[in-house]
């Protein structure tokens, strides 16, 4: 079956201005992640949706990054007034949700550069 | 805090012998631990993980993990490496309360043929 997909696949913007990363994940996963990987911090968690329930946002680096996910299913990543130490592969990961032991099945990122 | 540590930045292995990559972890509680790799430009694959039960966990392309509660470890190894084994890979845990994956910083495998 199709696997978590993600767009762009790559990004470049200036400095100062807004992205949208999307993320369709695995149909029938009810949870939804987002990490970072850049070369001096490794992978890091941003956020996660599980249902209806509140997000945890507990590493989202600052109040420029937000991220919903509309009906369940996609989500999108939004950086505001983008900053180049943004620069970093986005990852969006699905699960299912039945216990917290469910793997995580990744999609092959989106490659954002800050100019 | 949780916390992963992958005290090799590199392994180096020849083709044919045992391989292992090292992976210590810090939570409270029992955690769920989970191997991932990653190749070249790709996106990262799940190899394995240790819920409960068995120490010794079986996963994909003949890997296998030991967890050791008392020496709080999660050792990846394979008993014959490949070239085709050659990536990053990616030890983590995951507490019982909290969705989020916490990462080492990986390990680059490299065998040689």
């Known amino acids: 079956g199709a696997g978590v997909s993600q767009s762009p696949s790559n990004k470049v913007t200036e400095k100062g201005k807004d992205v949208e990363l999307r993320c369709d994940p695995i149909s029938g996963h009810t949870a939804l992640y987002w990490y970072r990987q850049s070369l001096g911090q490794g992978l890091e968690f941003l956020i996660y949706f599980q249902g209806n329930s509140a997000p945890d946002k507990s590493g989202l680096p600052s109040d420029r990054f937000s991220a919903e996910r509309t009906g369940g299913s996609v989500s999108t990543l939004t950086i505001q007034r983008t900053q180049q130490e943004d620069s970093a592969v986005y990852l969006c990961?699905?699960?299912?949700?039945?216990?917290?032991?469910?793997?995580?099945?990744f999609g092959p990122g989106t490659r954002l550069t800050v100019l | 805090a949780q916390s992963v540590a992958q005290p090799e930045d590199q392994v180096n292995v020849a083709e044919g012998n045992p391989l292992t990559v090292k992976c210590t972890y810090s939570?409270?509680?029992?955690?769920?631990l989970f191997w991932y790799v990653q190749y070249p430009n790709r996106g990262l694959q799940f190899l394995l993980k240790y819920i409960t039960g068995d120490n010794l966990v079986k996963g994909s392309y003949g890997f296998e993990a030991e967890f050791n509660k008392s020496q709080t470890s999660f050792h990846l190894k394979k008993p014959s490496a490949l070239v085709s084994d050659s990536a990053l890979y990616f030890c983590?845990?995951?507490?019982?309360?909290?969705?989020?994956?916490?990462f080492g910083q990986g390990t680059t495998l490299q065998v040689k043929p």
């Open positions: 983590a845990v995951r507490g019982r309360n909290t969705g989020k994956l916490i």
């Open positions: 939570v409270s509680g029992n955690p769920y």
């Open positions: 990961a699905s699960s299912l949700a039945e216990g917290g032991y469910n793997e995580q099945f």
